[in-house]
């Protein structure tokens, strides 16, 4: 468009016609034929996109239940389009989300703000669209778009691994990163690593290998690939070529109920089921001074015993895998961390073999759900007083914005698969591994996650939650919550709720008339 | 930095003293302290992050040897940094390369073009870094960041199912597109489905359904997770886990050998192996021209007993899975189409079971190397003359950015899964499932794929390729290369080499002293 330069108004006439004929005169000056034109089709263009575009919203929801095959729904029960929701756009902890109008004004809008209460299955954590992961996006996409990765390194994957073992979740004891696409496949690298790993070690035979056991917890999910599955209970999925592969234990919870922290303990774990109330959930978190209650002994009597128990059947167990402190999937359950410590120090106190790296079996921490500061922690490590062999972080990792998994292990995890031989090597890979775009939006991700850590909210949250539970003065709370801790443990004392649980960014309460019991957990969006 | 407004220079004066003194005066006043500081300070600041950069290229060899574990690579046989490509960008079809310093000059360039020759895991399709895309991505990225997609809907995602029921590799078949994050997730879900879809036509028990094998070709590759590893032979993977569930028949195979097109029958597929020279490279693929050939009645033949065989064994087969045309991983085998027809005729023409949707077994197509042009061709099913009833796009799905699979799947199988129970649902999901910036990035690269297949080049390849044939004036011939149809048959005489063939960009040359007589591939980066 241009701009057209014009003479200024022409004198008023005392002739009233002549006058309206110099307006008119002077205003096709102002504005000639070809500027009209022009506005004209910028407005009529913009009304055809609008057209376009509330037609879109409009016929979205059909044209969904037309070609759309969801994950995890059953699309029998989907009654129709108004059980389709358009999201037309999200922003910070809200999705806009467009609505049939409820009358004929023409002026009504047809999208509406609606909260992002499971962050968008737990994958958010700057908000949606966050405009510095944008541009971290755009920055690598720009600069490398993809690159393919074996033998080959650039700058993103090689500072990601760098800040995910030197000062992430690997501090102290990974040594190598190796990059998949979500936590499934993460997990599956995992499994495979740990799996060579023991079976070296132990000489398993060719048949035994296809039969190696996991070791875990009742209501764990690792992902939907078929080996993920496979380290989980059968109960879980209905792939056909599901099978699970392992023994899963009780796990003991904790919880708020009735304004109290208790820790259930479920009969199989220690002769029969009880509740005790705790001092305080720092103390819970506190597992280093719970090591030598007679609960630990209890927990450690209950391991040993279904250990002795699997192998009297013959039955090779190659790997423990627990998610810590939390199953995610399985329906927010918060585990006892003195039961998963226990859990730990019983299978590596076990025949240890020749190597002092690792013993009895490989840890992996699925830590998909909890790690990254989910929970307010970067790992659960320090809390458990215990780290793993592997561990596995996504989700929170690309800041919910594109797909990327890292699984870590340690020096002698990576040890297992060197040879001389390619077909000793770990042969896994995906077409897109250590994508840029991924690695340089996971970067940005941990460095504004570490500026959160360190601003006044999170300070505050941490100095509320100590107070609460009777610290003022002492030493900080071992866990805390965004969450305010009077209203995690009022909400408990309703007659309505079963129970509540917070830890960072996660709340769940169990309602005592919730269809079969289950937890109905809330989740919020945001890490701040 | 701001701009400082100066007098002119003052008039020179006799005393040569004075004249200095004025010129130094006239300088100071042209280039005030304040401005040196500022422009030191950026010449400081440019300078330190110079020297990072090349602190950077030159630690990154070590640095990565000493935290990252690359996808297939036997980390025991890399010598040191010399085995590393560190590489600071890409453009095109050329990354940006790294090396050490030849000698002490400091102006030599420490970053070299190199080719991409295998098109970053054959991803690459509009070149690396291409504008558009980094634009779709951005776009999706600051309008929804991502999310969550089950019972949602959003225009990137829905286009992209749209465009590839519709137009795209599902027309005319394809009913619902269900999205995952790479090609070894995307056939995953389609053994989920083929393998339920088969076992509730065919009441298969539970003990049988965890062993229903599937039926495929000997160098099949479907991707790394452990249910895509297991239906493919044992051979090759080495993971713990790993069990082949299935039959392979041994391919017969397409080339040009010494000028000529050749098609290779192995002994399993008619009595005694040989090779038989075809008209030309058309005519092999002109399947429909071929059906009643003695061939094609020997491949039937061939399958038939095959099936009979591993029936009478009690073991039932619950999919029948194919890459059409070419066995990428597998070492770019190009397969005779007409025994991949017969394959499918024959699996579907024995007991149909009730329905008439899908008969004998549910046919996969695993296009994730050869479809959306990869060969010239968006599907192999108008090749072939048959369409699979479940397909995986992956790779160029994205143009080579970020990790997007797409598992298509005809209204028959889809029925397979409805009903009011949840637990029958299709119980798989990736956190970041049908991801907005995916799914963008995917409709911008397949409009841009449109825009080259009517561009002239690929004209022009077209006809050359129907002029080799001796097809000129008939119809336009079948098949088609970006490589020169003289150059690919020409090659095949020299001495060193064995054979060679060609489809769409990819070149695949074998060596006569190649080791192992294992193919040596060379491929092409790009589809323009």
């Known amino acids: 468009m241009h701009v057209a330069t014009v003479d200024p108004p022409p004198p008023r006439l005392a002739d009233p016609a002549a006058d309206a004929n110099a307006t008119e005169e002077y205003y096709e000056k102002l504005v000639s034929p070809d500027i009209v034109n022009g506005i004209s089709n910028v407005v ?36 129709g389009s108004e059980d389709v929701s358009i999201i037309d756009s999200a922003y910070g902890d809200f999705f806009s989300v467009a609505r049939p109008r409820q009358n004929d004004t023409p002026t009504s809008s047809l999208v509406f703000p609606e909260l992002d209460s499971s962050a968008s299955w737990w994958t958010q954590t700057l908000g949606h669209a966050n405009p510095t992961l944008t541009m971290a996006a755009a920055r690598a996409s720009g600069r490398y778009g993809h690159v393919m990765f074996p033998q080959a390194s650039h700058l993103p994957a090689l500072r990601l691994a760098e800040r995910l073992i030197q000062k992430g979740p690997g501090k102290g004891w990974a040594s190598r990163a190796f990059f998949s696409d979500n936590g499934s496949t993460g997990m599956e690298v995992a499994i495979k690593m740990a799996l060579r790993a023991f079976s070296l070690r132990n000489n398993v035979d060719e048949k035994e290998k296809k039969k190696l056991g996991i070791l875990g917890l009742k209501g764990s999910y690792h992902g939907d690939t078929i080996g993920a599955m496979d380290a989980c209970e059968e109960t879980v999925y209905t792939c056909e070529w599901h099978e699970a592969k392992g023994y899963w234990f009780e796990p003991p919870t904790v919880d708020f109920v009735n304004g109290k922290v208790v820790i259930n303990v479920p009969a199989s774990a220690s002769g029969k089921a009880h509740t005790s109330v705790a001092k305080s959930l720092s103390w819970v978190y506190d597992v280093e001074d719970r090591l030598h209650t007679p609960l630990a002994r209890a927990y450690a009597q209950y391991v040993r015993r279904a250990l002795d128990k699997i192998e009297a059947t013959g039955q090779k167990i190659g790997a423990l895998i627990i998610e810590p402190l939390i199953l995610g999937a399985g329906g927010m359950v918060f585990v006892d961390p003195l039961f998963q410590r226990v859990l730990v120090d019983v299978v590596r106190g076990r025949r240890s073999g020749k190597s002092k790296e690792w013993s009895g079996m490989p840890v992996i921490f699925d830590e998909v759900f909890v790690g990254l500061n989910r929970i307010g922690i970067e790992s659960a490590g320090p809390i458990l007083g215990v780290n793993p062999d592997i561990s596995v972080n996504a989700k929170v990792l690309t800041g919910g914005l594109i797909p990327l998994s890292v699984t870590l292990a340690s020096k002698s995890i990576f040890n297992a698969f060197l040879s001389d031989k390619k077909s000793e090597a770990l042969l896994h890979g995906h077409s897109y591994t250590a994508h840029p775009i991924g690695c340089e939006v996971a970067n940005e991700t941990l460095k504004q996650i570490d500026k959160l850590a360190q601003s006044e909210d999170w300070m505050e949250a941490k100095r509320k939650w100590t107070v609460a539970q009777g610290q003022e003065g002492e030493e900080q709370s071992k866990v805390w919550s965004l969450w305010d801790p009077h209203f995690v443990s009022e909400v408990s004392k ?30 919020v969006f945001a890490l701040d």
Not at 495 to 521: C, H, N, W, Y
């Open 44 to 79: 009529d263009y913009l009304d055809a996109r609008h057209g376009i575009r509330i037609k879109d919203l409009e016929s979205m929801p059909q044209r969904t239940l037309d070609t759309i095959w969801w994950p995890f729904v059953q699309h029998g029960t989907v009654k």
């Open 494 to 523: 309703l007659p309505q709720v079963k129970r509540s649980m917070s830890l960072g960014t996660v709340l769940a309460i169990e309602f005592e008339d919730s269809a079969a019991g289950k937890l109905s957990p809330v989740r």
